[in-house]
């Protein structure tokens, strides 16, 4: 992949906030709070063929991690993977409770 000065400087410098921000919080928090927002607003200025490729990429990403979602019958919460959600075997949607 093709990088520029501009670009080694920008990873440097992420690197190195993401490193101080942990040294003063003693947590991620703050970093991936920025980091979210800031994805937020580049990911707008790509077009849209690169945007839909992103997106696969993070959704990739996250699908074998857990996540909570709150059974609609019992109220429970229960962990299933990110790629489960939506589907019949998410216990958060009717038609898990439906089949």
Do not use: W
């Not at 101080?20 to 703050?30: A, E, F, L, M, P």
């Not at 937020?40 to 990403?61: E, S, T, V």
Request: proline share 3%; charged share 25%.
């Amino acid at each position: 992949m093709f990088t520029t000065d501009t670009t080694q400087e920008f990873k440097d410098t992420i690197k190195t906030f993401s490193d101080v921000s942990y040294q003063r919080y003693n947590s991620h928090s703050y970093t991936a709070g920025y980091y979210e927002s800031m994805m937020a607003q580049m990911f707008a200025q790509l077009p849209k063929r690169q945007q839909k490729a992103f997106l696969k990429d993070i959704q990739a990403a996250l699908k074998d991690q857990p996540v909570k979602v709150r059974n609609i019958l019992t109220g429970d919460m229960v962990e299933i993977t990110y790629g489960e959600r939506g589907t019949c075997t998410d216990p958060s949607m009717e038609l898990y409770h439906s089949m």
